[in-house]
């Protein structure tokens, strides 16, 4: 009987092989919360680097698209639109069109190789990066928030409800853009979706609903991210019903498990190719 060392294997388990029978004990596989965890604060530190520049980006973007609908919106109810959808088009810029290019790359890079190597689920590698990525949007968000309200003079009062918008919302659209980086044969094709759901996200999402043709508001009630939109937009209302806010909200926590489960399984198809 051999036993081989704990250090060399995951988790520090042993492995102990039987010379009579040739059956080896496996280590374990990882569980799934350690995992995410791990994944999680491996992406985050990864993506630092970049915190600066994409904060900027994203954020002077949704700042500036409200400076110029200033002149141009003018009722309440559109000036809420365009706040709403400018501090949700925050979390599109980085949860779907990044991490669509993100997954585009690591897979033409073969980066997906290491993990599938690594006893981590898929769902923990999926989740875990489009959570580091997606907590980049958070400031962003607040910022843009804020201003818009200053700038269209609507209040703060309600401003918490970002704290279920923007992870609701960032579910939906990091589960859209990983599967969209996972499934595109080439990154370029990757790089092109993402950037093609952020500008439906900008356009469908800022400018005021009761001024678009019906066809529009069809595409509009299809992207998820319109929901978060609609969420944080009647908040601002005297009395918000809270009853509509939290079936916007479920309509974009629903849409974020059917997307993140579709980009696992995007994931686990690319990981074996």
């Known amino acids: 009987m051999s036993v081989v060392p704990a250090e060399v294997l995951p988790g520090g388990a042993l492995a102990v092989e039987d010379t009579a029978g040739g059956a080896a004990e496996l280590a374990p596989a990882a569980r799934f919360w350690p995992s995410l965890v791990a ?4 992406q985050l530190s990864r993506a630092r680097v970049a915190r ?28 809420q639109s365009v706040v709403a959808g400018s501090s949700v088009v925050v979390v599109a810029y980085v949860a779907l069109n990044l991490l669509a290019q993100y997954f585009g790359q690591l897979r033409a890079s073969g980066g997906l ?36 309200c200053v700038l269209f003079g609507l209040p703060l009062t309600n401003l918490w409800i970002l704290v279920a918008v923007i992870p609701l919302a960032g579910a939906a659209l990091s589960g859209l853009g990983a599967a969209c980086g996972l499934l595109a044969p080439r990154p370029e094709l990757a790089t092109l979706l993402g950037q093609l759901g952020m500008s439906a996200a ?3 999402g800022v400018l005021p609903p009761d001024r678009m043709p019906e066809p529009v508001r069809l595409a509009r009630d299809l992207l998820p991210s319109t929901y978060g939109v609609e969420a944080y937009a009647r908040t601002f209302g005297a009395r918000p019903d809270w009853a509509f806010v939290g079936a916007d909200l479920g309509v974009c ?21």
């Open 39 to 42: 994944v999680y604060r491996a």
């Open 52 to 79: 600066i520049p994409l904060l900027f980006v994203a954020t002077f973007q949704s700042v500036g698209i409200m400076i110029m609908m200033r002149g141009v919106v003018d009722t309440r109810p559109e000036a």
């Open 113 to 148: 190789d290491h993990y599938a190597t690594l006893p981590v689920p898929p769902a923990a590698v999926v989740l875990g990066a489009a959570g580091a990525y997606a907590s980049f949007t958070v400031p962003g968000t607040l910022v843009t928030a804020v201003f818009g």
């Open 202 to 204: 900008l356009l469908l």
């Open 253 to 273: 926590a629903g849409v974020g498990v059917v997307s993140l489960a579709v980009a696992t399984w995007a994931y686990r198809r690319a990981a074996v190719r």
